[in-house]
T-cell receptor, first 114, second 114 residues
Framework: AQSVTQLDSHVSVSEGTPVLLRCNYSSSYSPSLFWYVQHPNKGLQLLLKYTSAATLVKGINGFEAEFKKSETSFHLTKPSAHMSDAAEYFC????????????FGRGTSLIVHP | DTGVSQDPRHKITKRGQNVTFRCDPISEHNRLYWYRQTLGQGPEFLTYFQNEAQLEKSRLLSDRFSAERPKGSFSTLEIQRTEQGDSAMYLCASITPGMNTEAFFGQGTRLTVV
C-alpha cells in the first residue's frame, strides 16, 4: 500500500521569495516519487522525479526536491518564486514493486503575490 | 505521436444518459490508467490496463463505470446512467513501467452532468 500526504492545501508567497511545498509519503516498496504541476485548464506536467539515484533532484523551472528516507519526505523547493509558478502542485508516489499505480496527494495550490 | 490524447475535451450530458470517453496513449506504452479528478482534489485512481488486460478495477466508483482496451491500444471509459455526482475531470495516463519512468497524462475530459 502507498499514500501521499501534502501537508498544505494552499501556500502563499511573494514574488522573489522562496517556495516550500511539503510532501510525506508511505510505501511498502522502495518508492519512486514525482512532482507534477497543473496550471488552470492545462494538463499535468512533470516537474521532477526521484528514482533512487541522487537524493537531491533538480527539475524544470528552477524547482528542486530532496528525498529523505528517514523522514519519508520529498519536499519541493524553489529559491525565488515567479508569478508564472502560480498553479496546483501534486506529489505522487509509485511503488517499484507490485502494481505500479501512481498515487496522488490532494494537491497544494501555490499563490504568488506581486 | 506527441502524447496522450483524450476525446472529447468537454462533455455535457443530462442525468441518466450514458457517456463514453476515449483515450489514445503514447503508442509504445503498454500500461494505461484512468483517473477522476474533482475540484480541489488530486486525481483518484480508477482502473488500469496492461496491454489489453484490465488488471485492477476494484477502484471503479460503481458498477455504472466500465472500461475497455480491446486491442491494447486506445481505451474507453463508459459511465452509464450518469448522476450529478459524476461531474468531474476524467484523466488518462500511459506508461511503460520501469526504473526511471513517469506517467504521461492527457488533457482530460471534463464531464458536466445537468
Amino acid at each position: 500500500a502507498q499514500s501521499v500526504t501534502q501537508l498544505d492545501s494552499h501556500v502563499s508567497v511573494s514574488e522573489g521569495t522562496p517556495v516550500l511545498l511539503r510532501c510525506n509519503y508511505s510505501s511498502s516498496y522502495s518508492p519512486s516519487l514525482f512532482w507534477y504541476v497543473q496550471h488552470p485548464n492545462k494538463g499535468l506536467q512533470l516537474l521532477l522525479k526521484y528514482t533512487s539515484a541522487a537524493t537531491l533532484v533538480k527539475g524544470i523551472n528552477g524547482f528542486e526536491a530532496e528525498f529523505k528516507k528517514s523522514e519519508t519526505s520529498f519536499h519541493l523547493t524553489k529559491p525565488s518564486a515567479h508569478m508564472s509558478d502560480a498553479a496546483e502542485y501534486f506529489c505522487v508516489v509509485t511503488g517499484r514493486g507490485g502494481s505500479y499505480i501512481p498515487t496522488f496527494g490532494r494537491g497544494t495550490s501555490l499563490i504568488v503575490h506581486p | 505521436d506527441t502524447g496522450v490524447s483524450q476525446d472529447p475535451r468537454h462533455k455535457i450530458t443530462k442525468r441518466g444518459q450514458n457517456v463514453t470517453f476515449r483515450c489514445d496513449p503514447i503508442s509504445e506504452h503498454n500500461r494505461l490508467y484512468w483517473y477522476r479528478q474533482t475540484l480541489g482534489q488530486g486525481p483518484e485512481f480508477l482502473t488500469y490496463f496492461q496491454n489489453e488486460a484490465q488488471l485492477e478495477k476494484s477502484r471503479l466508483l460503481s458498477d455504472r463505470f466500465s472500461a475497455e482496451r480491446p486491442k491494447g491500444s486506445f481505451s474507453t471509459l463508459e459511465i452509464q446512467r450518469t448522476e450529478q455526482g459524476d461531474s468531474a475531470m476524467y484523466l488518462c495516463a500511459s506508461i511503460t513501467p520501469g526504473m526511471n519512468t513517469e506517467a504521461f497524462f492527457g488533457q482530460g475530459t471534463r464531464l458536466t452532468v445537468v
